[in-house]
């Protein structure tokens, strides 16, 4: 098969793909994943269900797919928000207003905790745990974060704590929930946490 049409065909599979993850966040945002069925999904994404089955064999491969592609924009927006950031300080507080906001911004109920241990978890969870670590190590070099914990349980912390902004009601609440973890961070902080050798959360995204 030639080149160009190799492409093509790998382009149209994509934008198709697309579609249909599109269709069913739209879907999810609307109904939860009560209304994400296979046909609500081929009819939201403007193809056949014969078309929809070559891509997808049922709904809850679709949501795991949606998912991923969700948690790596998140991850990558959060990346575009530390290099835009300019200061440490700013930094800091600005990636964890993101997350928090991040964390509130989808909410399809009971099997969110499902989707949260999927394999696709690993590494995204595993690149959120160093993008906030090496952020924190910047602000504990910096004298803009407490050097007295250790910066993986920080982090480790961060991502916990700013998650709970998704489990609040009030509109507010990834603002709230980031000034609480920045008033934790700052050096000399009462605020009670974990010491050095405590061992480590497990982490939420």
Known sequence: MPALWRDSIDAHRQAVRDSVLDASGAI???????????????????????????????????????????????????????????????????????????????????????????EHMEGAQRE?????????????????????????DLATYCAHALGAASHMTSPDAPRTVTALVLDALRPGSSTAMPPNKAGHLHEHH
């Open 128 to 152: 959120l745990h160093l993008l906030l670590r090496d952020l924190l190590a910047d602000g504990v070099r910096h004298g803009q974060v407490r050097g007295d914990i250790n910066v993986d």
């Open 28 to 118: 999810l945002e609307e109904t939860g994943m009560t209304g994400l069925t296979m046909s609500a999904v081929a009819e939201r994404a403007g193809i056949g269900r014969a078309a929809l089955y070559r891509y997808f064999s049922d709904s809850r491969q679709i949501v795991l797919a949606w998912h991923e592609r969700q948690v790596r924009t998140h991850l990558d927006q959060l990346l575009e928000v530390r290099a835009g950031a300019g200061g440490t300080d700013r930094a800091v507080r600005d990636v964890l207003e993101a997350y928090a906001g991040l964390s509130s911004a989808h909410d399809i109920g009971e099997s969110a905790a499902t989707l949260h241990t999927g």
